[in-house]
């Protein structure tokens, strides 16, 4: 099962470690910075991804919810659960990103 995992680079360490921690338990994680290789077309690699991921994980912090990669990943989640082609994001958020906690 693969799950493909939505977040900003500057959260890219976070990202790693909850990756590793889903990846022992047997699953498959997706993360563009790994995956996409020099001369694709980034948007399809990453659509193709989404359709072929059995869920979406969302790391939001207050870098991912400025990010323009992040939000079209999510607008092209939600079209394909629209179509009843897609599934619901989980998200995660990481606390100590946020001021106050």
């Not at 991804?49 to 919810?65: C, G, Y």
């Not at 079209?72 to 599934?87: C, N, Q």
């Amino acid at each position: 099962m693969q799950v493909f995992f939505s977040y900003s680079l500057a959260d890219r360490e976070f990202a790693l470690q909850l990756a590793k921690e889903i990846t022992s338990r047997g699953l498959r994680v997706w993360m563009s910075a790994d995956e996409l290789l020099p001369g694709e077309n980034p948007w399809l690699t990453i659509g193709k991804a989404l359709e072929d991921s059995h869920a979406l994980v969302v790391l939001l912090s207050p870098e991912s919810v400025k990010s323009e990669l992040l939000n079209s990943e999510l607008e092209y989640a939600w079209v394909m659960r629209i179509f009843g082609t897609g599934y619901s994001p989980s998200w995660c958020v990481q606390p100590s990103k946020f001021p106050g906690s």
